[in-house]
């Protein structure tokens, strides 16, 4: 069994996989698409990852505000995870993403990572952040 991280953005999607002892998250893949709403084959090739790495549990970053409220971002992430469990069947799981994208930067910074490069894979690192806590919070807390 494994779990995939998903940071949902306004034209991405950046994919993480877990290991299979579910230890560690790794950023595999950034998916991109011309427009917002265009989700068609972004799903569908969520759900070609989804079979080739044998993903059982889904992780959707939620873009919570820094107060703890839901705003427009959040509700787009809560409707892109109800559309994957309607496809794929897979228990979705929402998680507080607040400052991944920060720390997914902030990590490339410290790595000496050239621009052109974080902007192509910040998305990927993103959900690789949101994959790797909640792999730590379940560890703890289960």
Do not use: C
């Amino acid at each position: 069994m494994r779990i995939m991280g998903l940071d949902y953005g306004s034209v991405t999607v950046g994919v993480a996989i877990s290991d299979q002892l579910l230890i560690t998250a790794q950023g595999i893949e950034t998916i991109r698409r011309k427009e917002e709403n265009k989700l068609r084959r972004t799903l569908a090739r969520i759900e070609e990852l989804i079979k080739e790495y044998d993903v059982e549990l889904i992780v959707v970053g939620l873009p919570k505000n820094m107060n703890n409220t839901l705003g427009a971002r959040a509700q787009m992430s809560e409707e892109f995870a109800n559309m994957i469990r309607r496809r794929t069947g897979l228990e979705v799981v929402m998680w507080d993403e607040r400052l991944t994208t920060v720390a997914a930067h902030n990590a490339m910074l410290e790595a000496d990572i050239s621009r052109k490069k974080r902007y192509q894979v910040v998305d990927q690192v993103a959900a690789t952040v949101i994959l790797q806590n909640y792999l730590d919070f379940r560890e703890k807390g289960m």
